[in-house]
């Protein structure tokens, strides 16, 4: 299973509602990161990323 797929799943079952999903993927496609998110990721990071990228996502999902 990929992430997406499980992503997919999580949500669909709503296997846990109140977590944040942080989508990690080397690929850098528009569409790719449209499709995690309207699966319900919360934010997306490409690969590769800097630490500050890393906690900026984070920051961003925790004061949502």
Avoid: C, W, Y
């Avoid at 499980?6 to 669909?12: A, D, H, I, T």
């Avoid at 944040?20 to 569409?31: A, G, Q, R, V």
């Amino acid at each position: 299973m990929d992430g997406l797929s499980f992503l997919v799943q999580v949500r669909k079952n709503k296997l846990a509602p109140n977590t944040k999903i942080i989508m990690l993927s080397s690929l850098n496609k528009m569409t790719n990161i449209l499709k995690a998110m309207d699966a319900g990721a919360d934010e997306f990071i490409i690969k590769p990323f800097t630490p500050e990228v890393m906690l900026e996502k984070i920051h961003s999902t925790v004061n949502s």
